[in-house]
């Protein structure tokens, strides 16, 4: 496909600013920062973009150390790329294009899709929601390819694998990684596949970002994911450190382990393993196998807010809390809105979370499942609660996803145990009136 003049000459822009990234930091940052600005017309990113020169200003901050240690810290070559389809084709140019795709077609674009390679995996932890879809599922590469390429031409560069356990078809993954050099490509994995060969191919393609789950310390991790798993997280993670390449910690906190999980001294061994990031996520009650008694308490989900918002200050990681940051991102980001699933058989969910759908990659393309009924209801819907923590139609109002499932006709996309949404409501009713009265609380005393 030819380009346009337009992306020529942004294309041209790129490989310029590229060029500061093999100066010094301290040299090059101001020199990106005045780029993006001039690039970033509309001021669209600016609230991204911004904070930036309070980091640069402040060389003993955590966030400064944490910025220069992508000079420090990762192969120059990956930290092109990474700058290259993560700063610019994902933040900065997709979210034009995905702009102008919503106001044709009035609907939600996302920024990321989430997509389930397999259903297979070498582990078997407790309460894993991925569990439900069975071990025999899995997205054919075709399928993989196009909906990449539907998605690319949407303004959608960010990939996101998860599964069963997605590295299961490694082969695939560095084929997609080369089929599509302008994308950025992340995996939830368990990391215990993780070898010295897989990080030489993700060195050589550059493109690829493992985000390793860990629940804790050995104990805890052990506990979920079966003995021994600890020790070989920690070895994949000496290796992509040894590599020099990027990495990041996928973390459910859950009843049993929020103390360990949420410990000053679990962050430290993250920063000292070498992890750049780390995403927390709120266990959830889904499937008829579930274990709500590992949902937390409203102490602890309190607990845990504010413990990640004390890191942020003081420690050199870029963390994520996926249930309590509803406030940067005003609630919901699913159904399109930043991000949507598609699980190993093809069905086109709204979220990670919610099992049920109204379409499938199979039968439907990606924009006709935007413009399907359950993903118009939730654009329709979003946000679903004017308070930010409690921003999820199923854990914390369960009313608005029960509602939806009914009106849209969306069908469970649990291939084992199809869970009825009366049910899943049930489950989720009574945490959702436990959390209501300590999330309006904290709301109402946070600096929103």
């Avoid at 009035?106 to 879809?133: E, F, K, Q, V």
Wanted: aromatic letters at 12%.
């Amino acid at each position: 496909m030819s380009r346009t003049l337009k992306e020529n000459v942004q294309a041209f822009a790129i490989k310029q600013v590229l060029n500061y990234l093999d100066e010094d930091p301290d040299k090059s940052l101001p020199k990106i920062l005045e780029w993006a600005e001039k690039f970033d017309k509309n001021g669209k990113n600016a609230h991204l973009i911004k904070p930036f020169h309070a980091i640069i200003d402040n060389p003993d901050s955590n966030w400064h150390i944490l910025l220069k240690s992508m000079w420090t810290d990762i192969d120059p070559g990956v930290r092109k790329v990474f700058f290259e389809n993560f700063i610019l084709n994902t933040t900065l140019i997709g979210s034009h294009k995905q702009d102008e795709w919503k106001k044709i077609h009035n609907c939600n674009i996302p920024w990321a899709i989430l997509m389930d390679l397999t259903s297979a995996c070498n582990l078997h932890c407790i309460g894993c929601w991925a569990a439900d879809y069975g071990h025999k599922l899995s997205l054919e590469y075709e399928i993989l390819d196009s909906i990449i390429r539907q998605g690319t031409e949407m303004g959608t560069y960010m990939y996101i694998y998860s599964g069963g356990e997605p590295l299961v078809r490694k082969d695939d993954i560095i084929r997609l990684c080369e089929a599509h050099p302008n994308c950025m490509f992340l995996a939830f994995t368990n990391g215990t596949l993780i070898d010295e060969k897989f990080a030489d191919e993700l060195l050589r393609v550059k493109n690829f970002v493992p985000a390793i789950s860990i629940e804790g310390f050995e104990e805890a991790t052990d506990y979920r994911r079966g003995k021994g798993t600890y020790q070989k997280v920690k070895n994949a993670m000496r290796i992509l450190k040894e590599k020099k390449l990027p990495f990041g910690a996928s973390c459910c906190y859950t009843s049993k382990n929020i103390d360990s999980l949420s410990s000053e001294e679990y962050i430290d061994m993250l920063v000292e393993a070498g992890a750049k990031f780390a995403w927390f996520f709120h266990y959830m009650p889904i499937g008829n196998t579930a274990a709500p008694e590992l949902l937390p308490s409203p102490e602890q989900r309190e607990t845990m807010y504010r413990k990640i918002r004390e890191y942020r200050k003081s420690k050199p990681i870029f963390t994520i809390d996926f249930q309590n940051d509803g406030e940067f991102v005003n609630g919901c980001i699913a159904g399109g809105r930043s991000y949507l699933h598609i699980n190993a058989n093809g069905d086109i969910e709204p979220c990670a979370f919610i099992h049920y759908a109204d379409s499938n990659i199979r039968t439907h393309t990606l924009l006709e499942a935007y413009k399907r009924p359950l993903f118009m209801a939730y654009k329709e819907g979003q946000p679903f609660n004017e308070n930010m923590l409690r921003p999820c139609p199923m854990l914390e109002n369960p009313e608005c996803l029960c509602s939806m499932v009914k009106r849209t006709e969306a069908y469970s996309t649990d291939m084992q145990s199809p869970e009825d949404i009366d049910d899943l409501y049930a489950k989720c009713k009574p945490y959702a009136d436990r959390w209501a009265p300590k999330a309006n609380e904290v709301w109402a005393s946070s600096p929103n």
